[in-house]
């Protein structure tokens, strides 16, 4: 169930037509998700004081090239007045109703802001809250456009969308606790007694989380927090990684990334491996160097 497939008209009744909404937290741009049948609200970074649409006006790459300058950026939720023109359209092209799966509530009120703007333009809408970002989220939000293809029903698709949530875990090595800090995603005291003991927190968004980042650890060495999170895959991800994706992100890392993706690959030869770089709207907050494991269920 729930293969991706590219888009097609939708069939059903023809009294009702349902659009799919996401934002950029899937780690693809809005051109790239259109290619699905998917519409994409950029997620906004800021920048002194210009806003600039993620996937459009600043790409992940050019994020990073800027944060390793020691700038500090912010993000907002996406364009109000985007989604209205978006959603404006789709009531224009004959849709009824609106399925959002956007970024994890507990990062950004942009979830919110959908359920306004359809409000307000006259769409019925309905979401799912996925609790993270990055390639669960593409995964809950093309397999939701791919069952409504295959005629499956809201109900349904709710059903698989959390079976793929309550399987998902996102953990996050950041590799400067200043920068945490400096973005509000840590104390002053906490960074302070953190670079003198030299720890590295390791945190975690998921479902029990509610889309929050939490703190799942504190150790001293990079070897160490590879043991964690092994340990934590192993006893969350079994039959040797069978049916699952894992996905491995960084932050201009990309040698501790692989060193990450090699450790896992040893130990689940069965799963299925992706690779990219941390999508910004999370990189501005966790600073340059930080380290992702993502792994969720795709097949029940």
Do not use: W
């Amino acid at each position: 169930m729930c293969g991706i497939t590219v888009y097609k008209k939708n069939i059903g009744d023809e009294n009702m037509k349902t659009a799919f909404i996401s934002d950029t937290g899937v780690g693809l741009t809005p051109d790239e998700m259109m290619e699905y049948g998917i519409y994409t609200i950029p997620l906004q970074i800021i920048m002194d004081d210009k806003t600039l649409l993620e996937g459009e006006d600043i790409s992940v790459k050019e994020i990073y090239e800027i944060l390793s300058t020691g700038k500090l950026l912010k993000t907002s939720l996406g364009s109000m007045q985007r989604t209205q023109e978006v959603f404006l359209k789709l009531k224009e092209e004959g849709y009824t109703n609106v399925f959002a799966v956007p970024i994890a509530s507990g990062l950004s009120g942009t979830l919110n802001m959908m359920r306004v703007c359809a409000e307000e333009v006259g769409l019925v809408f309905d979401y799912f809250d996925c609790h993270v970002a990055a390639f669960a989220q593409r995964r809950m939000i093309l397999c939701a456009k791919a069952m409504d293809e295959d005629n499956k029903s809201i109900k349904e698709i709710k059903k698989v969308l959390n079976q793929i949530c309550e399987s998902t875990n996102t953990i996050l090595v950041p590799s400067d606790l200043n920068h945490l800090q400096r973005s509000g995603r840590l104390t002053p005291l906490a960074a302070k007694l953190g670079s003198l003991l030299k720890i590295k927190p390791i945190l975690v968004i998921n479902k029990t989380t509610q889309g929050r980042l939490d703190v799942f650890s504190k150790v001293r060495t990079m070897k160490k927090v590879m043991q964690v999170i092994l340990d934590d895959m192993l006893a969350n991800v079994p039959d040797q990684g069978k049916d699952y994706v894992i996905g491995c992100v960084d932050a201009d890392n990309a040698q501790v990334r692989e060193e990450f993706l090699n450790l896992f690959k040893a130990h689940f030869p069965y799963a299925k491996f992706e690779v990219d770089a941390l999508i910004g709207s999370i990189g501005v907050h966790t600073g340059i160097g930080c380290i992702g494991v993502q792994y969720y269920k795709e097949k029940f």
